[in-house]
């Protein structure tokens, strides 16, 4: 079984910065990737950013330039920077990570979310 913890978030106002952390636990073999989901209120679930553990890393258009994803492949933990932070960046953000269990299966874990509220 895989454990995902989040950390951060908050609250924060227009133009402000935050971060969050994830830190994956548990027994596995590896982590493909890892990367953060947001979901604002009445609203689905999306792709915030993704970084993989060959360096790839991709971000939603709405925030490019201001969030930053990174790795601590040793730690299994994922960082998320976000910067210039706007209202519709308020949500709760989940953490996300596929993870190779054993050789021949890989399967999707969730942290249990952390809300963010950016007010104007």
């Known amino acids: 079984q895989v454990q995902l913890v989040e950390s951060g978030g908050g609250l924060v106002q227009a133009g402000g910065s935050l971060s969050v952390s994830c830190a994956a636990s548990g027994s596995f073999f590896s982590i493909n990737a890892m990367g953060w989901y947001r979901q604002a209120p009445g609203k689905q679930r999306d792709l915030v950013a993704v970084?993989?553990?060959?360096?790839?890393?991709n971000y939603a258009d709405a925030v490019k330039g201001r969030f930053t994803i990174s790795r601590d492949t040793a730690k299994n933990t994922v960082y998320l920077q976000m910067s210039s932070l706007k209202p519709e960046d308020t949500g709760d953000y989940y953490c996300?990570?596929?993870?190779?269990?054993?050789?021949?299966?890989?399967?999707?874990?969730w942290g249990q979310g952390t809300q963010v509220t950016v007010s104007s």
């Open positions: 996300y990570a596929n993870v190779r269990i054993g050789r021949d299966f890989v399967d999707d874990y």
């Open positions: 970084a993989t553990s060959g360096g790839y890393t």
